[in-house]
């Protein structure tokens, strides 16, 4: 008996036949290997903005439900993906693990073990290319080789192979690679330095009070040893952040103070500066900056249909997409999809799409339960036929009034003539 997740031979042929570039395109990436996230995982820990930026988008996608129809395992599918993906974790709970590897790794990875689909850590797995075919199999990277599991044959394996039938692999986009794709947040790495940057200085500043620097002048000639001793005694007694801010200063020995700079925390523009890099970032991200901002503006939800049209949607169509043709592969033909109905920033208000669905009711285009299918009703009994029209003569007066024309006071005259 055949295995039913094997592929069949004649598309097996037809793989491999379709691109002849492939052994020239596997030459020059033998093995996508994970790259270094060390930078993209701090900027998401440490930085404010990064973090929210990111919480923003996946809290976005994580919230979107997935429509699948079509022929094939519908039920199945639908259960996966929109209910129980495994039996220990809960839908919301493991998409967003999978969105946040998208969004620092650019790349998720789903193990489907023909039941159930489960998490790849998306930095350990590496991608093998076919000479043939576009990927031979999937390797998870062990990081710990003295565990032993069911995959491995010995305990010195240093990976476990999963082959592609088993692997669903969601890419972002990459220049250098047409196999792993690339962090969100590379994009921001330069703003990210900067940002680095601009904090330390300024964590910096404050500790030095706001002052750059004091000249000690003294008409006398000090030895090495007293400069060195002076200069610790005046940061010890007389440094602020030390908690020496309130003591007296005295000066003998001809000793004065003779300020080194003038400059004020105003005159640097701190605060500008910060936001101007935060907003840099959240463009970068794709995310309206005055999503992040507090208070009302005008013009918010204007910017949430942007943000979900050009940042949420395209994301999830590259997930819907991966997903359609996995599991279409296997059995049937799936149409996978995002419902956008579920959003309410782009959704129409309700008064426009009852009107809406009233209209094509009416004029007999679809049927009752259709529209309360689309306004988020349940069906009811005995509504689920094509309503035909009655008003398509129109009225020779007013062709916007349906029904019968109206009746001239000619009539009765040229009915009783015909009578007669």
């Known amino acids: 008996m055949a295995n039913k997740n094997e592929i069949p031979v004649w598309r097996q042929w037809l793989s491999e036949k379709l691109n002849p570039a492939q052994p020239s395109i596997a030459a020059k990436e033998p093995f996508a290997s994970p790259s270094s996230i060390v930078a993209y995982e701090n900027a998401y820990k440490d930085i404010e903005v990064v973090n929210r930026c990111v919480e923003l988008i996946i809290n976005a996608l994580a919230e979107v439900p997935i429509i699948v129809e079509g022929s094939g395992p519908v039920k199945k599918v639908d259960i996966l993906l929109n209910k129980r993906p495994n039996p220990f ?6 998409f967003r693990r999978a969105f946040l590897d998208f969004m620092i790794d650019g790349n998720a990875f789903f193990y489907h073990d023909g039941t159930h689909i489960y998490i790849l850590p998306a930095n350990d797995v590496e991608i093998v290319p076919d000479s043939k075919k576009f990927v031979s199999h999937y390797r998870f990277l062990l990081s710990n080789t003295d565990q032993f599991t069911y995959r491995q044959s010995a305990r010195t394996d240093t990976s476990i192979v999963f082959d592609t039938n088993e692997v669903i692999h969601i890419k972002a986009d990459s220049e250098s690679s047409i196999y792993r794709g690339e962090s969100k947040l590379k994009a921001v790495n330069k703003l990210v330095e900067l940002y680095y ?15 750059p620097g004091l ?49 004020k925390f105003s005159e640097l523009d701190f605060e500008n500066s910060v936001e101007r890099i935060q907003q840099d970032i959240a463009k970068a991200l794709g995310i309206p900056y005055v999503l992040l901002k507090s208070g009302n503006n005008a013009n918010i939800a204007a910017n949430q249909v942007i943000f979900y049209t050009h940042t949420v949607m395209p994301i999830l169509e590259q997930f819907c997409s991966s997903f359609a043709h996995f599991f279409g592969n296997i059995d049937g033909n799936l149409i996978i999809r995002p419902d956008k109905n579920a959003i309410s920033s782009l959704r129409a208000d309700e008064k426009t799409q009852a009107l ?20 988020r009703f349940p069906d009811l009994e005995d509504c689920d036929e094509i309503r035909i029209p009655q008003n398509i003569t129109g009225s020779a007066v007013d062709p916007s009034k349906g029904g019968r024309p109206s009746s001239t006071e000619d009539e009765p005259t040229a009915a009783k003539e015909e009578e007669a």
Not at 89 to 94: A, K
């Open 356 to 375: 809406y669905y009233s209209t094509l009711v009416n004029t007999g285009i679809i049927t009752p339960n259709e529209a309360r299918r689309g306004l």
């Open 197 to 211: 940057s601009l904090i330390d200085f300024q964590r910096q500043f404050f500790k030095n009070n706001g002052i």
């Open 89 to 94: 974790e809960d839908r919301v709970s493991f």
């Open 215 to 263: 000249v000690l002048e003294t008409v006398h000639i000090l030895s090495p040893k007293v400069k060195e001793r002076l200069l610790d005694q005046w940061s010890k007694n007389y440094n602020p952040s030390g908690g020496g801010a309130r003591h007296p200063a005295i000066l003998d020995g001809g000793l004065k103070v003779s300020p080194f700079g003038q400059v």
